[in-house]
């Protein structure tokens, strides 16, 4: 055992990029980062759409709205100042009939409040822009680029290491203890003692809140996203991201067209429940997991509060013609044998007992730890701006 200055629990990207803010604000420090894969990135920052955000979607003084535009710009001069390959795309949402036309200009309204250069477009332009896509209108978000979230993040974790920085993988945190002047994080591998503590646990960050006696009363609930691959002869389908207008009485934004950095075309996720939080194979089942999400009265009250959008996803993801149907509202030449089997991301949704979905960044503290407690989308295109957020209250 070891004592440290700081120590961080998990190594996804926003946990890397914290451990990389402390040691730029406290150059000579010791740290050392936890993280229970056995490799960097691999849950949420290595299973999302690779999408940098630009901040279109959220309540204009939420944290959301004011980390992801900061992220965004973040993001992009890392990548150029790293090569690390990244493009500008830009994203239309689509609007397919005459409800979503009108969420869509609220949707418009409040990007404006957000600060986001959007542009308004009609059925005819967006026919211009995007042949293969249909629809009433749209917004165009031209800031809107696409990367590889795990390629930053290694690069991240060199710059850590470089400055110091030790990275322990394997090491799952069971217990935590916490006296005056130090916390001790320990598991079957190891125990670690530090002056501070952050930690950054995505789909652990309830278990390892009440492991340091939080007093917090939610519960990550996994949600599957599910996406296909279209076959490389469709690669070029599209030259923008498309996305539907979202429901906004959900925190998914629904089933969209992501043209991937490495060349491939991505259609997806849906969002159904998981029951196992690290397992992302068709039907992955962990009984601790399940345990705790169906006996929790928060989940309970979100799946009555949602019956019929739970069975329509649920019927999406077991039988492949629904799920084509989402994408044939926007993209109508799609066909089933254009959806090829691809693997799935699980989210870290925050839920509280009384059925509310945590839809902002949600941190808490206890006098020598902070936790970074939901973290869902956007959460990678605000890694460092949310680290520095962190960092601030250290």
């Not at 629990?9 to 993280?35: D, K, N, Q």
């Amino acid at each position: 055992m070891s004592a440290y200055d700081f120590c961080v629990i998990g190594g996804g990207i926003v946990g890397v990029a914290t451990a990389h803010r402390i040691l730029a604000r406290h150059p000579g420090a010791s740290l050392v980062l936890l993280e229970k894969a056995h490799a960097l990135g691999t849950h949420q920052t290595g299973h999302n759409s690779g999408v940098i955000h630009s901040g279109i979607y959220y309540s204009p003084d939420s944290l959301k709205a004011a980390l992801c535009r900061r992220g965004a710009q973040w993001t992009k001069d890392f990548a150029a100042a790293h090569d690390i390959p990244y493009q500008v795309c830009g994203k239309l949402l689509v609007a397919t009939d005459d409800v979503e036309y009108h969420r869509m200009l609220a949707l418009h309204e409040r990007s404006v409040a957000n600060g986001v250069d959007v542009e308004l477009i009609d059925a005819a332009e967006l026919a211009r822009r995007e042949p293969r896509v249909t629809g009433v209108g749209a917004l165009f978000v031209p800031s809107t680029g696409i990367i590889d979230y795990t390629g930053v993040t290694t690069t991240l974790a060199a710059q850590v290491r470089a400055a110091g920085g030790l990275l322990v993988l394997g090491a799952e945190i069971t217990t935590l203890t916490e006296s005056a002047d130090a916390v001790t994080a320990a598991g079957r591998t190891g125990s670690w003692t530090a002056r501070r503590l952050v930690v950054c646990a995505g789909l652990q960050a309830d278990r390892i809140a009440r492991a340091a006696g939080l007093r917090t009363d939610f519960r990550i609930v996994p949600f599957r996203g599910e996406y296909y691959q279209l076959p490389p002869n469709r690669a070029g389908l599209v030259r923008t991201l498309i996305y539907p207008i979202p429901d906004p009485d959900l925190p998914f934004l629904g089933v969209h067209l992501s043209p991937m950095i490495d060349g491939t075309l991505t259609v997806g996720p849906n969002a159904v429940l998981g029951l196992a939080r690290e397992d992302y194979r068709k039907g992955g089942f962990d009984a601790r997991d399940a345990r705790e999400v169906l006996g929790y009265p928060g989940f309970h009250r979100v799946a009555l509060a949602n019956v019929r959008t739970g069975l329509r996803e649920l019927r999406n993801s077991l039988f492949k013609r629904g799920y084509l149907a989402q994408c044939r509202r926007y993209c109508p030449e799609l066909t089933a044998a254009d959806l090829l089997p691809r693997e799935a991301g699980i989210r870290a949704q925050a839920v509280l007992r009384d059925g509310t979905l945590v839809h902002d960044f949600l941190i808490e503290r206890t006098d020598r730890s902070i936790h970074l407690l939901n973290a869902p989308s956007p959460a990678a295109t605000s890694a460092m701006p949310i680290a520095e957020y962190i960092v601030d209250q250290l």
